[in-house]
């Protein structure tokens, strides 16, 4: 569905949408603050943000396709094979064939990839409550499903 403003609404449309003020430069000036935060964070570990959301998927379900991460993270092949490289030089993955099917490559959490399963969440947990100080956990879920909205609007 695609929003038609009326001539009336127009000047109002465009107000809202420049920048500094548009919504979509205060989400990316919002996802560069978190991500600054959490890369500063993660540097000690030798890892990126890009990192973590890999474990986040390979926590949630060990074992996955290449494919299956690149679907969940919206992320294109090349991009991914070189965070999995960098993964797995740094023991953190292994890469398996799939037994049923030898085009598929599998990727498990070593126990070094599992054991930063103890100590990187409560990172996450801390930076999101810096970012959303203030805010009450039912304003909380509503920004979460407004923004689920906005993304599936737009993919």
Same mark, same amino acid.
């Given at each position: 569905? =695609?929003?038609?403003?009326?001539?009336?609404?127009?000047?109002?449309?465009?107000?809202?949408?420049? *920048?500094?003020? #548009?919504? %979509?430069?205060?989400?990316? !000036?919002?996802?560069?603050?978190?991500?600054?935060?959490?890369?500063?964070?993660?540097?000690?570990?030798?890892?990126?943000?890009?990192?973590? +959301? +890999?474990? @986040? @998927?390979?926590?949630?379900?060990?074992?996955?396709?290449?494919?299956? !991460? %690149?679907?969940? /993270?919206?992320?294109? %092949?090349?991009? /991914?094979? #070189? +965070?999995? &490289?960098?993964?797995?030089?740094?023991? /953190?993955?292994?890469?398996?064939? &799939? @037994?049923? &099917?030898?085009?598929?490559?599998?990727?498990? /959490?070593?126990?070094? %990839?599992?054991?930063?399963?103890? =100590?990187?969440?409560?990172?996450? +947990?801390?930076?999101?409550?810096?970012?959303?100080?203030?805010?009450?956990?039912?304003?909380?879920?509503?920004?979460?499903?407004?923004?689920?909205? *906005?993304?599936?609007?737009?993919?």
């Amino acid at each position: 569905m =695609v929003y038609k403003p009326n001539k009336s609404q127009d000047l109002e449309s465009w107000q809202q949408v420049r *920048a500094p003020y #548009g919504l %979509g430069y205060r989400i990316k !000036i919002l996802s560069q603050l978190l991500s600054r935060k959490l890369t500063e964070r993660l540097e000690p570990f030798g890892l990126t943000p890009f990192h973590w +959301v +890999v474990l @986040c @998927c390979l926590w949630e379900e060990d074992g996955l396709p290449t494919s299956s !991460i %690149g679907d969940k /993270l919206q992320q294109v %092949g090349g991009t /991914l094979t #070189g +965070v999995l &490289d960098r993964m797995e030089e740094r023991g /953190l993955i292994r890469r398996e064939r &799939d @037994c049923r &099917d030898r085009r598929i490559w599998r990727i498990w /959490l070593t126990d070094a %990839g599992r054991e930063l399963e103890t =100590v990187l969440p409560a990172i996450a +947990v801390e930076i999101r409550e810096q970012a959303m100080y203030g805010i009450s956990y039912a304003e909380r879920e509503q920004f979460s499903q407004l923004m689920n909205q *906005a993304i599936e609007n737009l993919s």
